[in-house]
């Protein structure tokens, strides 16, 4: 029997779903202008070139979107945050957490926290939350004003 690990979460496939078809706009524009061009004489019906890149870059838009979502996850221990990311794995101790930007990640639901050494990461919301819970949770962390005196030239 395959029992899913509860501590391993996965980010809200929505947000990357998002994120992957706004930048299929983007680049679709962007091929559209340099194949197309902008003081071109017509601009519809377009070339055949738009029967090529569109459907490529669609394709690897969503090849990638289903990489994104089912190669990226977290996993929740007693001692860290491993986040896995295709096939790329970074652990975040809870003792190394000092400080999470709690506004910033709930108007925007994504995890801000800064490590001892006072670099920023940034962590998408699973579905429910729990990484943000778990990790307000587990760390140790500095009151804002400790944190703007540790590290005054960090913006927050």
């Not at 902008?38 to 490529?56: E, G, K, M, R, V």
């Not at 587990?138 to 004003?145: A, Q, T, V």
Request: charged share 25%; with cysteine.
């Amino acid at each position: 029997m395959n029992k899913k690990n509860p501590n391993i979460l996965h980010p809200n496939p929505w947000r990357i779903i998002l994120i992957f078809v706004i930048l299929f706009v983007v680049f679709e524009a962007i091929f559209f202008i340099s194949f197309q061009g902008i003081a071109s004489d017509h601009i519809w019906p377009p070339d055949a070139s738009f029967a090529i890149y569109t459907p490529s870059l669609a394709i690897a838009s969503i090849l990638f979107c289903i990489l994104s979502i089912t190669q990226t996850s977290y996993e929740v221990t007693s001692l860290k945050l491993v986040h896995t990311k295709m096939g790329k794995v970074s652990e975040y101790f809870w003792s190394d957490i000092i400080y999470i930007d709690e506004e910033f990640s709930a108007r925007k639901k994504m995890l801000l926290f800064y490590t001892k050494d006072g670099r920023d990461h940034f962590l998408a919301f699973d579905k429910k939350g729990i990484i943000y819970e778990k990790a307000l949770e587990k760390s140790h962390l500095l009151s804002k004003e400790e944190f703007q005196r540790k590290f005054p030239n960090k913006k927050i």
